[in-house]
Every structure is written in structure tokens, then in C-alpha cells.
């Protein structure tokens, strides 16, 4: 019972976080009707009369692709979620729209051949499920090889041809079990439309949820499902974010009742936290509470708040979640009605100001209401309780450790138990989502002493760390190391300085190269691969940048260019060389060879020397890494192409040492 709760909560995890990906673009579409709206209204009369057509064209230009996001919202989420869940797969995203626009099309078809009165319409979700299903089939086929003769469709052209063929039976069941379904829908999105405790437990189950991580998976039926509204070009919208930003008034009840708490109760809450913090540590906790408030107001992101009393104060968690359900009273006894698209911040404030109603009791009454509530019982319960809150905590938990991204990623690593404890890694706006092998082995206290604000551990391996807004750049620092294989050598790779200029003294075998251009000889012999069809996600995706794979038919490496040897793995699988030029190569033997923990490979290099063209760097054995690892695909990766115009791949079919590889433009 426990692991199949775990792995549902597992699952929630992954919906969740794939649900953002989606979620993201719509500030930049409620910018847009924002702007729009604003200029229509400022350029017509109340009878309607234009004054001024040229900035009224252009308020109906933005209002009307703005709005054209939120009207397609349903093909957004299939391909957000598709994505995100895919691992950031384009294909993934592609066959969605081919299944989403295949199954609404069987669907409608099945409603004829019914005879329904309704059209069936899955909505957003039937556009988050699609995006699972294609997602799913992604993972399943992208490396399915065909006959030759079928050849041409095998891979990753065979995961929309699946989709669709499986978003064609999906539209005949859902032509039958979703008629029901969406009547359900209905029903309780009317019934919590209408009811005045609505705004309440939406702005309460939120906050109940923000400890697991799940609310991602509660809020989108009430901003994207629940209620209707009709534009006037007869275009039916649902959702209370996109009802509100087509300029539905009676939108708006649900997501006013959070602003309350993003602009004046969280902040609260940080101020009562440092003045009750002890006096030799409040310096250091208004270094934290100041940013976390300023976030909550300006973005509405909360985990850094919330997640420094959350577990330290349950007390003050079961307060927090009525706080929000008072605010939701007062929000709707006030008949405030704000939207947002991305939280209830200031920022969103400004952008939905168009579409408000009696905002004016939000920062005259509710507000001022909900700011007092909020500091007097946290206040009051710090001290009474002798709650452990940021600045009271026992001595021996140790100061927030100062040291550089790259440096943070590989510690955070190590406390959580390495790179063999890590089974899955992903992040989400504001915390690292893991699957771990062993969440007992967790370094809790270090981990906090790494700035995480919060680690919530659910069971089953399930553990999130809250790190804030730089959660999603810690995730590809951590994949990053974990790919390379050595969580040591991200301190030498800091410490290592390489000289931009070049030096006096040639290889005899060096190529003669004009100054806008580096070329880049084989460092093995053998058959070229391109770095998509790497079986790695890791380096097939271009995390760690773009290049040319070799499928090597000799054990040798050779220095592919004069530089220097940055890196060399303890394992020796991988090293790392800059050029005088400032090019990062890593020449990764094999995938998964990490694991063979050095056997089979010897280095006739040491980390810090410097090489010239041909030099040999390491030796290995081609048939015992054929026979252990997963496979002998060695990517050559230039790790800061970024850096640079581009590159030109020189040769194709086979190649050997020394032979003319790359070139890269300065």
C-alpha cells in the first residue's frame, strides 16, 4: 500500500512540474490583452466612438493575440506537457498537437454519430492527458528501429505516427466516457462557481498542498476548467485566468482571494520571524527575510517563506492554511475581484488592473486586516512556543556556507548521497524534485546550510528541497556533474585559469588556421555519429553543449589541438582540454563507463598539462568496454559553443586520428 501511494505521489510530482512548462508563457499573454485593453479603453468613448484609430488598431492587435493564447490553452498544455515531461524532447511536443488535433476531431465526429446535444469538449484537460500519452510514447519508441525498408520512420519520426494512431482510439473511448465526465465537470465547476465558500478553499488547498509540491496539480481546473464565458465573436473560454483576461466580470472572485496573502500576510510573517529572531543573528536573518518578502510581493513566489516555518512550526503551517481560507472570506464579502497568470504578486496586480473590481478594499481594509492577523499570532506563538524559526535555531545548526554555483551544485550533490543515490532529478520554479535510491542517507543540516529553505521528504525515495528561484539552475548544474562523473573535479575546473592569448610556440602538426577559426583534429579513429543519436539524453539533448560523436574502432585518444588538459576524470573515462583560444573540449569515452570505475582506460597525461596536436592522452580497452558499459559512443563536445559563432563539421562517414575534425568560428 505504502509503495503504490509513493509511486502515485511520485507521478503527481512529474505532472506537476511538466504543468509548468505550459503555465509559463501565459504572463507574456496577459501582458499582451493588458496592453491591448489599455489602449482600447483609452482611445474609445463611452459611446463607443474611436479617438484615436492608430493606438486603437494597436490595442486590438495585442488584445487579439494575446488572447489567442488563452483561447488555444488546451494545444499550449499538450505541448507544454508534452515537453516537460518528455524531458524537454521537442518531438514529444510535436506529437502531441498531431494526437490532440486527431483525437478532437474523432471526438466531435463521435458526438454526431451520437447524436448529443452538447458538443464534447475535454478542455484543458483533455490537452494535459494528450500530452501524457505523448510524452509516454516518446520514452517508448524514440529509438525503435524499423525494417530497412520502413526505415526512413523509425525513431523519433515514429512517435507522432503512434501518437496519432493512439489519439484516434483515445477519441472513440472519450466519444463514450467523457460525456459524463465533463456533465461531472460541469456541475461541480457551477456548484464552486456559485458557491461564496469557493475563493476560500481554492486560496486554502493551495497553501495545504505547497508542502508536497502537489498544488501544481490542484489549481489548473479552477483557473483553466471551471465556468464559461462568452466573447463577442461567439468564442466560448473557460477558466478563471482566461475568462478574466477576456474581460469576463464575474471572473476574478478565486484568484483575488491569494493577494491578500502574497502582499501583506507572508511579509508579515518575515517580520515578526526577524524580530523574533535572536539579537546576534538578526543581521544575517534580515539578509534572508528582506528577499524572500520583496519575492512574495513582486512575484508571489512564497516557498522561501513558507518553507522557513513550514516543518520547524506545524503550528504555524495549520495557522497559514486558515489565514488563506479568512482571506478568501474577505475577498469575496468585499467583492474584490484581481487575476493573475503567473501568482497573485504586484507585478500580476498591474497587468490584470484592467479587468479589477473594488481593489481599493484590497490595500484599505483586507489587506491591513490580513497583514495584522498574520504578524500578531506568529509573533506571539514564536515566543510562546519557542518555535525554532529562521534566527532561534540551536547552535549547532550552522552558518548558510558562501561558495560559487558550480562549488554549491556539487555539495548539494554530495548531501544528497551522491550521484549512485540519485535515480531522478528535476526542479520546478522553486524546488528540486527528486527520486532517491535512499532518502535516509540525506544530509538534511548540510543541506540548509546550503541555503535550502525547506527539504520535504514524502517516503519512497520522494524528497524536495527548496532552494528558491535558483532550484532550476542548481538542476542542470547537478546533471551536468552527474554526467561527467566526477563530483570532485568541479572545484579544480573553478580553479583552473586558462590564458586568452596565444602562445609563440607552434606544434609542427598544428594546422595553420586563420584567427576567425580553430580546427579541431579526430582524437580517435573510427565512425562518425551525430550527437542526437548519442543513447544519452544527457549529451543527445545538448546539455553540455554540441559536437560530434565517434564510434571508435581503436583504443587511443590523441590531443585533438594544442591546449591544455583541464580535466581529467578520476575514473579516466572523460577529460577535458582548453585551447590557447579559449575552446572547451570534453571527449567522453563511452556511456555509463563511469561505472567501470577506471578499468580499462590508463592516462599518459596529469590534470595541468600541457598538450600539443597528436600527443596521446589515454588508452583503453575497446572490447571490455563494449562488453560492460552501455555503449562505446564517444562524444567529443564543445562544452562553450555558446561562446562562439558556431561550428563546421570538416569530414563524415569514417574517420581517423589527426584527421581534420571540426571547425570552430571564432
Given at each position: 500500500?505504502?509503495?503504490?501511494?509513493?509511486?502515485?505521489?511520485?507521478?503527481?510530482?512529474?505532472?506537476?512540474?511538466?504543468?509548468?512548462?505550459?503555465?509559463?508563457?501565459?504572463?507574456?499573454?496577459?501582458?499582451?490583452?493588458?496592453?491591448?485593453?489599455?489602449?482600447?479603453?483609452?482611445?474609445?468613448?463611452?459611446?463607443?466612438?474611436?479617438?484615436?484609430?492608430?493606438?486603437?488598431?494597436?490595442?486590438?492587435?495585442?488584445?487579439?493575440?494575446?488572447?489567442?493564447?488563452?483561447?488555444?490553452?488546451?494545444?499550449?498544455?499538450?505541448?507544454?506537457?508534452?515537453?516537460?515531461?518528455?524531458?524537454?524532447?521537442?518531438?514529444?511536443?510535436?506529437?502531441?498537437?498531431?494526437?490532440?488535433?486527431?483525437?478532437?476531431n474523432v471526438i466531435n465526429v463521435m458526438g454526431e454519430l451520437r447524436g448529443l446535444d452538447l458538443a464534447i469538449?475535454?478542455?484543458?484537460?483533455?490537452?494535459?492527458?494528450?500530452?501524457?500519452?505523448?510524452?509516454?510514447?516518446?520514452?517508448?519508441?524514440?529509438?525503435?528501429?524499423?525494417?530497412?525498408?520502413?526505415?526512413?520512420?523509425?525513431?523519433?519520426?515514429?512517435?507522432?505516427?503512434?501518437?496519432?494512431?493512439?489519439?484516434?482510439?483515445?477519441?472513440?473511448?472519450?466519444?463514450?466516457?467523457?460525456?459524463?465526465?465533463?456533465?461531472?465537470?460541469?456541475?461541480?465547476?457551477?456548484?464552486?462557481?456559485?458557491?461564496?465558500?469557493?475563493?476560500?478553499?481554492?486560496?486554502?488547498?493551495?497553501?495545504?498542498?505547497?508542502?508536497?509540491?502537489?498544488?501544481?496539480?490542484?489549481?489548473?481546473?479552477?483557473?483553466?476548467?471551471?465556468?464559461?464565458?462568452?466573447?463577442?465573436?461567439?468564442?466560448?473560454?473557460?477558466?478563471?485566468?482566461?475568462?478574466?483576461?477576456?474581460?469576463?466580470?464575474?471572473?476574478?472572485?478565486?484568484?483575488?482571494?491569494?493577494?491578500?496573502?502574497?502582499?501583506?500576510?507572508?511579509?508579515?510573517?518575515?517580520?515578526?520571524?526577524?524580530?523574533?529572531?535572536?539579537?546576534?543573528?538578526?543581521?544575517?536573518?534580515?539578509?534572508?527575510?528582506?528577499?524572500?518578502?520583496?519575492?512574495?510581493?513582486?512575484?508571489?513566489?512564497?516557498?522561501?517563506?513558507?518553507?522557513?516555518?513550514?516543518?520547524?512550526?506545524?503550528?504555524?503551517?495549520?495557522?497559514?492554511?486558515?489565514?488563506?481560507?479568512?482571506?478568501?472570506?474577505?475577498?469575496?464579502?468585499?467583492?474584490?475581484?484581481?487575476?493573475?497568470?503567473?501568482?497573485?504578486?504586484?507585478?500580476?496586480?498591474?497587468?490584470?488592473?484592467?479587468?479589477?473590481?473594488?481593489?481599493?478594499?484590497?490595500?484599505?481594509?483586507?489587506?491591513?486586516?490580513?497583514?495584522?492577523?498574520?504578524?500578531?499570532?506568529?509573533?506571539?506563538?514564536?515566543?510562546?512556543?519557542?518555535?525554532?524559526?529562521?534566527?532561534?535555531?540551536?547552535?549547532?545548526?550552522?552558518?548558510?556556507?558562501?561558495?560559487?554555483?558550480?562549488?554549491?551544485?556539487?555539495?548539494?550533490?554530495?548531501?544528497?548521497?551522491?550521484?549512485?543515490?540519485?535515480?531522478?532529478?528535476?526542479?520546478?520554479?522553486?524546488?528540486?524534485?527528486?527520486?532517491?535510491?535512499?532518502?535516509?542517507?540525506?544530509?538534511?543540516?548540510?543541506?540548509?546550510?546550503?541555503?535550502?529553505?525547506?527539504?520535504?521528504?514524502?517516503?519512497?525515495?520522494?524528497?524536495?528541497?527548496?532552494?528558491?528561484?535558483?532550484?532550476?539552475?542548481?538542476?542542470?548544474?547537478?546533471?551536468?556533474?552527474?554526467?561527467?562523473?566526477?563530483?570532485?573535479?568541479?572545484?579544480?575546473?573553478?580553479?583552473?585559469?586558462?590564458?586568452?592569448?596565444?602562445?609563440?610556440?607552434?606544434?609542427?602538426?598544428?594546422?595553420?588556421?586563420?584567427?576567425?577559426?580553430?580546427?579541431?583534429?579526430?582524437?580517435?579513429?573510427?565512425?562518425?555519429?551525430?550527437?542526437?543519436?548519442?543513447?544519452?539524453?544527457t549529451f543527445a539533448q545538448k546539455f553540455l553543449g554540441d559536437g560530434i560523436a565517434i564510434k571508435p574502432t581503436?583504443?587511443?585518444?590523441?590531443?585533438?589541438?594544442?591546449?591544455?588538459?583541464?580535466?581529467?576524470?578520476?575514473?579516466?573515462?572523460?577529460?577535458?582540454?582548453?585551447?590557447?583560444?579559449?575552446?572547451?573540449?570534453?571527449?567522453?569515452?563511452?556511456?555509463?563507463?563511469?561505472?567501470?570505475?577506471?578499468?580499462?582506460?590508463?592516462?599518459?597525461?596529469?590534470?595541468?598539462?600541457?598538450?600539443?596536436?597528436?600527443?596521446?592522452?589515454?588508452?583503453?580497452?575497446?572490447?571490455?568496454?563494449?562488453?560492460?558499459?552501455?555503449?562505446?559512443?564517444?562524444?567529443?563536445?564543445?562544452?562553450?559553443?555558446?561562446?562562439?559563432?558556431?561550428?563546421?563539421?570538416?569530414?563524415?562517414?569514417?574517420?581517423?586520428?589527426?584527421?581534420?575534425?571540426?571547425?570552430?568560428?571564432?
Open positions: 500500500m505504502s509503495n503504490g501511494r509513493n509511486k502515485l505521489f511520485s507521478i503527481l510530482q512529474k505532472i506537476g512540474k511538466s504543468l509548468m512548462m505550459p503555465v509559463s508563457v501565459l504572463p507574456a499573454a496577459g501582458l499582451l490583452v493588458a496592453l491591448g485593453r489599455m489602449l482600447q479603453n483609452a482611445t474609445e468613448t463611452a459611446s463607443g466612438e474611436i479617438t484615436n484609430s492608430l493606438f486603437n488598431g494597436l490595442g486590438n492587435i495585442l488584445y487579439s493575440g494575446g488572447l489567442a493564447i488563452f483561447e488555444q490553452l488546451p494545444v499550449v498544455f499538450a505541448i507544454g506537457v508534452a515537453i516537460g515531461f518528455a524531458g524537454g524532447a521537442g518531438v514529444a511536443g510535436l506529437a502531441a498537437v498531431v494526437g490532440y488535433f486527431t483525437m478532437t469538449n475535454t478542455g484543458v484537460f483533455g490537452g494535459i492527458i494528450i500530452g501524457l500519452v505523448s510524452a509516454k510514447l516518446y520514452q517508448r519508441f524514440f529509438r525503435t528501429k524499423l525494417h530497412p525498408v520502413l526505415g526512413f520512420f523509425s525513431g523519433k519520426r515514429l512517435v507522432p505516427i503512434v501518437t496519432a494512431a493512439t489519439a484516434l482510439g483515445l477519441g472513440i473511448l472519450f466519444g463514450f466516457i467523457w460525456p459524463p465526465i465533463q456533465d461531472l465537470i460541469n456541475s461541480f465547476g457551477k456548484s464552486v462557481m456559485a458557491s461564496e465558500l469557493g475563493p476560500a478553499f481554492y486560496a486554502a488547498g493551495k497553501r495545504l498542498l505547497i508542502p508536497v509540491g502537489l498544488h501544481h496539480v490542484y489549481y489548473p481546473p479552477f483557473l483553466y476548467e471551471f465556468g464559461e464565458f462568452v466573447t463577442d465573436t461567439g468564442e466560448i473560454l473557460r477558466g478563471e485566468t482566461t475568462r478574466y483576461f477576456a474581460g469576463d466580470p464575474t471572473a476574478g472572485r478565486f484568484m483575488a482571494a491569494e493577494f491578500p496573502i502574497m502582499l501583506f500576510g507572508l511579509p508579515a510573517a518575515t517580520l515578526a520571524m526577524y524580530l523574533r529572531a535572536d539579537k546576534s543573528k538578526k543581521k544575517a536573518i534580515a539578509g534572508i527575510m528582506v528577499p524572500a518578502a520583496l519575492t512574495s510581493i513582486i512575484t508571489g513566489i512564497t516557498e522561501p517563506i513558507e518553507f522557513a516555518f513550514i516543518f520547524v512550526a506545524p503550528v504555524l503551517y495549520v495557522f497559514h492554511v486558515a489565514g488563506a481560507f479568512v482571506s478568501g472570506l474577505l475577498t469575496n464579502f468585499f467583492n474584490i475581484h484581481l487575476g493573475y497568470t503567473f501568482s497573485a504578486s504586484l507585478i500580476d496586480y498591474v497587468v490584470g488592473f484592467f479587468n479589477q473590481q473594488n481593489s481599493i478594499y484590497l490595500f484599505t481594509i483586507v489587506g491591513p486586516i490580513i497583514f495584522a492577523l498574520y504578524f500578531a499570532v506568529f509573533y506571539y506563538l514564536i515566543k510562546a512556543l519557542d518555535l525554532k524559526t529562521p534566527g532561534r535555531e540551536d547552535e549547532e545548526e550552522g552558518e548558510i556556507t558562501e561558495i560559487s554555483a558550480s562549488e554549491k551544485a556539487a555539495e548539494v550533490l554530495k548531501a544528497l548521497g551522491d550521484a549512485k543515490n540519485i535515480e531522478n532529478i528535476d526542479a520546478c520554479i522553486t524546488r528540486l524534485r527528486l527520486n532517491l535510491h535512499d532518502s535516509s542517507i540525506v544530509d538534511k543540516k548540510r543541506l540548509k546550510n546550503l541555503g535550502a529553505s525547506g527539504i520535504m521528504d514524502a517516503g519512497g525515495g520522494n524528497v524536495q528541497v527548496i532552494f528558491g528561484t535558483e532550484s532550476d539552475q542548481l538542476k542542470e548544474e547537478i546533471k551536468d556533474i552527474i554526467a561527467m562523473g566526477d563530483v570532485d573535479s568541479v572545484k579544480i575546473k573553478d580553479d583552473t585559469t586558462v590564458s586568452k592569448e596565444p602562445t609563440t610556440t607552434k606544434s609542427c602538426d598544428a594546422p595553420i588556421a586563420k584567427k576567425d577559426e580553430v580546427i579541431i583534429k579526430s582524437p580517435l579513429t573510427g565512425e562518425l555519429v551525430k550527437v542526437e543519436d548519442v543513447p544519452d539524453a581503436s583504443g587511443i585518444v590523441t590531443a585533438p589541438i594544442d591546449g591544455k588538459i583541464a580535466q581529467l576524470f578520476k575514473t579516466k573515462h572523460a577529460i577535458g582540454i582548453v585551447t590557447n583560444e579559449g575552446v572547451e573540449i570534453l571527449i567522453h569515452i563511452g556511456i555509463d563507463t563511469v561505472n567501470m570505475e577506471g578499468r580499462g582506460f590508463e592516462a599518459f597525461v596529469s590534470q595541468g598539462d600541457t598538450v600539443k596536436v597528436g600527443d596521446k592522452l589515454i588508452e583503453f580497452d575497446l572490447e571490455l568496454i563494449q562488453n560492460e558499459a552501455k555503449s562505446i559512443i564517444t562524444p567529443v563536445i564543445i562544452t562553450n559553443i555558446g561562446d562562439f559563432k558556431g561550428f563546421e563539421l570538416l569530414t563524415e562517414g569514417k574517420v581517423n586520428n589527426n584527421e581534420d575534425l571540426l571547425k570552430i568560428n571564432i
